[in-house]
């Protein structure tokens, strides 16, 4: 069973950054395709950045372009999310999810989920 563990939540105003990493289980990266999710209270989970196993490819959902980066650092079994200028929309709790490459938005379907992080941007 692939197990996902996610930190670097946190509270943080307007403007500012976190960094937010997934430890993965051994073989994931060889395996599946990963990326980041996000759910706010009363709405549904969405997509926010995927990065392919094959080519290293990164997709991003609209609102977070130019923001946030994903990145597999040197570390093995680990994915990150840098998240700049941070908003209060982006106030969430954010999920790494890993599974197979898809020809449908976003080119992978989640699978395995982490227990998810908290990311809360103030006013």
């Known amino acids: 069973q692939v197990q996902l563990v996610e930190s670097g939540g946190g509270l943080v105003q307007a403007g500012g950054s976190l960094r937010l990493s997934c430890a993965a289980s051994?073989?994931?990266?060889?395996?599946?395709?990963m990326g980041w999710f996000r759910q706010a209270p009363g709405k549904e989970r969405e997509f926010v950045a995927a990065?392919?196993?094959?080519?290293?490819?990164?997709y991003y959902t609209d609102s977070v372009k130019g923001r946030f980066t994903i990145s597999r650092p040197n570390a093995k079994n680990t994915l990150s999310l840098q998240m700049n200028s941070l908003k209060p929309e982006d106030t969430a709790v954010y999920y790494c999810?890993?599974?197979?490459?898809?020809?449908?938005?976003?080119?992978?379907?989640?699978?395995?989920w982490g227990q998810g992080t908290q990311v809360t941007v103030s006013s």
């Open positions: 999810a890993s599974g197979p490459d898809s020809s449908r938005w976003p080119f992978f379907s989640p699978r395995n």
């Open positions: 051994e073989g994931t990266f060889s395996s599946y395709s």
């Open positions: 990065l392919m196993r094959i080519g290293d490819n990164t």
